[in-house]
T-cell receptor, first 112, second 117 residues
């Protein structure tokens, strides 16, 4: 089955700096890669996703890149702010929520 | 309340008790999921229901028994649990297989914090 790895497990950055979180997956059939943000005590929420026919997607300060050949994808956050502090989960899926496998998460701390 | 709701929000039970967790979605979705979130395995998929049919069971012990009476409701029946089952249990929903949406965002509920004594 699918296996998703995520690095780093913890990340601290200064406010205003960029943060990069990387994930790798094992099943080449996966074609949907969402990123979820979970703030302390709250539920995970989708922040951005990318599909296998796209190499890069951007939404304001957040961007995701996908390399299907290497089977890895990354989340980039620019101009980080304290409210970006949370746990970020990547996931891989073949669509329809089937085989929806999450990475172990990255705890991001943005220091003022 | 809109979105995905879960009750109870907190539950403490003994190992011999029987309890049930409830999830309800108000989004018109057709797929529902149970996840277990703990320090050891942050988001572990347990069960998937698509149009009320269970389509995935990730080797979950039989002391966890899911029930999906309709596309809007999902239950997780618990019996003879172990202390290591203490965790946050999250329910989620999405559009589902036959709805035409190939890539489906999952909407999570607030979770039930379960403590097994």
């Amino acid at each position: 089955g699918e296996n998703v790895e995520q690095h780093p497990s913890t990340l601290s950055v200064q406010e205003g700096d960029s943060a990069v979180i990387k994930c790798t997956y094992s099943d080449s059939a996966s074609n949907y890669f969402p990123w979820y943000k979970q703030e302390l005590g709250k539920r995970p929420q989708l922040i951005i996703d990318i599909r296998s026919n796209v190499g890069e997607k951007k939404d304001q300060r957040i961007a995701v890149t996908l390399n299907k050949t290497a089977k890895h994808f990354s989340l980039h956050i620019t101009e980080t702010q304290p409210e970006d502090s949370a746990v970020y989960f990547c996931a891989a899926s073949m669509g329809y929520g089937q085989n929806f496998v999450f990475g172990p998460g990255t705890r991001l701390s943005v220091l003022p | 309340e809109t979105g995905v709701t879960q009750t109870p929000r907190h539950l403490v039970m003994g190992m011999t008790n029987k309890k049930s967790l409830k999830c309800e979605q108000h989004l018109g979705h057709n797929a529902m999921y149970w996840y277990k979130q703990s320090a050891k395995k942050p988001l572990e998929l347990m069960f998937v229901y698509n149009f009320k049919e269970q389509t995935e069971n990730n080797s979950v012990p039989s002391r966890f028994s899911p029930e999906c009476p309709n596309s809007s409701h999902l239950f997780l029946h618990l019996h003879t649990l172990q202390p290591e089952d203490s965790a946050l249990y999250l329910c989620a929903s999405s559009q589902g297989r036959a709805s035409g949406g190939v890539y489906n965002e999952q909407f999570f509920g607030p979770g039930t914090r379960l403590t097994v004594l």
